[in-house]
């Protein structure tokens, strides 16, 4: 059987004490992914200012950088 490693501890093995799965704002609740923690917003956005569709252009504005 393979062992597995503390998502907590690297340095022991995974002894199933379920404390990677407990809230970090509630310490009564079992995560369950809502995001608080991380103030994740229900939607985000990227900004994107150019698409290359040309390896080699993208390769010259890289170096015009420099």
């Known amino acids: 059987m393979e ?5 907590l501890d690297e340095t022991k ?7 990677c799965e407990i809230c970090d ?5 079992i995560c369950d992914n809502c995001g608080k923690c991380l ?3 229900e939607f985000a956005a990227i900004r994107i ?7 080699e252009e993208y390769e010259r504005e890289q170096k015009k950088k420099l």
């Open 13 to 19: 093995e995974c002894d199933g004490c379920m404390e």
């Open 3 to 7: 062992r597995k490693i503390c998502v």
């Open 25 to 29: 704002l509630d310490p009564n609740k």
């Open 39 to 41: 103030d994740i917003k």
């Open 49 to 55: 200012d150019r698409v290359f569709t040309d390896p």
